[in-house]
């Protein structure tokens, strides 16, 4: 079983075709990329998440000329007071302030089939979420819940509306609301934190995303805001995770240039001093150079992965979605680094395992442990009984490996001998030696011996998001680079 599968598509064109054939789990799975899409919808598309490029539909450019805007129901402070109270992600889209030569591009899934005029019928979306099985979406306009019903080909079911995990009801003063069971009641409102930077971001903005991401000790927070162009900025307070992970971004992307790549003069990153990064793109006015862009930067950049399996825990969790920088031919990963690959017996199978030898080094892994070119790896036990999540309660042992002088969690199963998969092996020169952090619970070199830099596809980067079987966010997980 491949450790590692693509994500789904979530380019504009690709989020347009997944509302079509929205069902349950998908959503559920997608609700925290769906808020976040409608407004940075192209930003998501230039991080590759996923497989296929926008096509001629996703051209951005200055909206025609048209008929008034429908006046919304509500002010956006009131909207922010009524979410649910555990609300992490807030957006709101003024359709006149998207710079879309075609709304219905965006949002338009459906509307030639049910008849509706999108532009017209459409003023603000407003979105919350609070967890991937608690979000809201209020259409404020004209549509009527007949009209949102066509378009996400929804179902009667016992009086209700729904469209998988979705219902569909009217709001009172007018507009649809569209929302999981959980949320679709008027809440406590969003901490007024999270509600003062959206007014703020919609002070410069007429499409804003902002979201409370992370452990309550170790908050990420992000903004995303849509003019001429997009910007996404997102910040660590007091810590370092963020400004890391944009530095890493950075040096991918000028390596990726320095490499001759091109369509990719469209993307900015810079520092945003002291706990953050701020990532800019530049909105195409023609679909050709829209649709490089995008893809020169899955190849070249950055691509985001989920992981289905464990064989990786605890550093990497089943549930968790990654963004990995692409590492050309493996000039940039060494001894210790988390690394996707093409499988060695299947190339359309990805896995993701810890670089631990490379070419020329021998390694030995036997009851004494872990030695590279006769030198003892040191480990120490962490914790004697530690449970991953997913695992139905197995215990294992948490150790810590300093490897090169880096430190990284593993685990060991109790009555699994290391005899069992003793490996006495010479790395061949360009190639690299991986195993799984999960040692007992791994498919890795062990079993399939020494990957070749060329099948490296790039180095694990950050947890943008994860969820677990139940669909909850592990909002904890989220920001935590990959070490």
């Avoid at 199963?413 to 005899?419: D, E, I, L, Q």
Wanted: proline share 7%; charged share 25%.
């Amino acid at each position: 079983m491949p450790t590692y599968d693509p994500e789904e598509s979530w380019s504009r064109g690709g989020l347009t075709r997944r509302i079509e054939a929205i069902r349950a789990r998908r959503i559920v799975r997608g609700s925290f990329l769906v808020a976040s899409a409608l407004a940075a919808g192209y930003l998501l598309a230039l991080a590759g998440c996923g497989g296929s490029t926008p096509g001629p539909s996703a051209a951005i450019g200055p909206s025609p000329a048209g008929p008034a805007e429908p006046q919304p129901a509500e002010d956006r402070r009131t909207f922010a007071e009524r979410v649910p109270a555990r609300t992490r992600l807030l957006a709101q889209i003024e359709l006149k302030a998207l710079p879309a030569a075609d709304v219905s591009a965006v949002i338009g899934w459906g509307a030639a089939r049910c008849g509706v005029d999108i532009e017209r019928s459409i003023s603000r979306v407003q979105i919350a979420v609070a967890e991937p099985s608690e979000i809201r979406a209020d259409i404020l306009g004209s549509l009527t819940i007949e009209d949102v019903g066509c378009l996400l080909e929804a179902e009667q079911d016992g009086g209700r509306l729904r469209a998988g995990p979705l219902e569909i009801v009217p709001l009172p003063h007018g507009g649809v609301r569209v929302a999981t069971p959980g949320a679709l009641a008027d809440g406590p409102g969003a901490k007024e934190a999270l509600a003062r930077r959206l007014d703020e971001a919609l002070s410069r903005s007429g499409a804003a995303v902002v979201a409370d991401l992370g452990a309550a000790s170790a908050p990420i927070e992000l903004v995303a805001t849509v003019t001429d162009h997009l910007e996404a900025r997102l910040s660590s307070p007091g810590r370092s995770d963020a400004s890391l992970a944009g530095t890493r971004l950075g040096e991918a992307l000028a390596t990726a240039r320095q490499g001759g790549a091109a369509g990719l003069e469209a993307l900015e990153v810079a520092a945003a001093p002291p706990d953050g990064f701020v990532m800019r793109v530049e909105i195409a006015t023609d679909p050709a150079r829209a649709a490089g862009t995008a893809l020169a930067v899955r190849r070249h950049v950055i691509e985001s992965f989920k992981v289905p399996s464990g064989s990786m825990s605890p550093t990497v969790i089943p549930g968790d979605h990654l963004f990995v920088l692409k590492d050309k031919r493996g000039e940039r990963a060494g001894r210790g680094d988390v690394v996707v690959f093409r499988s060695p017996a299947n190339p359309s199978q990805r896995f993701i395992k810890r670089i631990i030898a490379t070419g020329g080094d021998r390694v030995q892994i036997d009851d004494r442990g872990l030695r590279i070119n006769g030198r003892q790896v040191p480990s120490e036990l962490v914790g004697a009984e530690h449970r991953i999540s997913g695992d139905d309660g197995q215990i294992h042992e948490l150790w810590q490996e300093t490897l090169d002088g880096r430190r990284y969690p593993i685990l060991r199963t109790p009555g699994v001998p290391a005899s069992s998969a003793a490996i006495d092996a010479t790395v061949p020169r360009g190639s690299v030696y991986v195993i799984g952090d999960n040692r007992d619970n791994s498919h890795d070199s062990r079993h399939f011996g020494p990957v070749s830099v060329e099948a490296i596809e790039g180095v694990a980067a950050v947890i943008y998001f994860s969820i677990d079987a139940k669909g909850l966010g592990r909002w904890e997980r989220t920001g935590l680079a990959v070490r």
